[in-house]
């Protein structure tokens, strides 16, 4: 089994900035994709940053040059760097990763975590 945690959400100023982390465990055989997706109230779940294996990464539109994604393949974790938030930023931000399994052996699956709250406001 394969669990993604994600950790540090919260309430911030606009103009503020948040770090996000999300660490992957379990069976794990090699982890090729690494993101983060948001969902805000009456909207759909969309994409904001992804970094594969290499260190290729791309953004969504919104957050390109405000945010920034980065990975540490040692320790199965990636991060999300969010300054100059706003309040449109609001959203639950889930994590994701690719991830081919040990057991059962060369499975391939995505996976999510459970989701951490970041709200912008004054």
């Known amino acids: 089994q394969v669990q993604l945690v994600e950790s540090g959400g919260g309430l911030v100023q606009p103009g503020g900035s948040l770090r996000l982390s999300c660490t992957a465990s379990?069976?794990?055989?090699?982890?090729?994709?690494m993101g983060w997706h948001r969902q805000s109230p009456g909207k759909q779940r969309e994409l904001v940053a992804r970094i594969i294996d290499g260190g290729s990464t791309n953004y969504a539109e919104s957050v390109q040059g405000r945010f920034t994604i980065s990975r540490d393949n040692a320790n199965n974790t990636v991060y999300l760097q969010m300054n100059s938030l706003k309040p449109e930023d609001t959203a639950v931000y889930y994590c994701?990763?690719?991830?081919?399994?040990?057991?059962?052996?060369?499975?391939?699956?995505?996976?999510w975590g459970q989701g951490t709250q970041v709200t912008v406001s004054s």
């Open positions: 994701d990763a690719r991830i081919t399994t040990t057991q059962p052996m060369g499975v391939s699956g995505v996976y």
């Open positions: 379990g069976s794990i055989f090699t982890i090729y994709t």
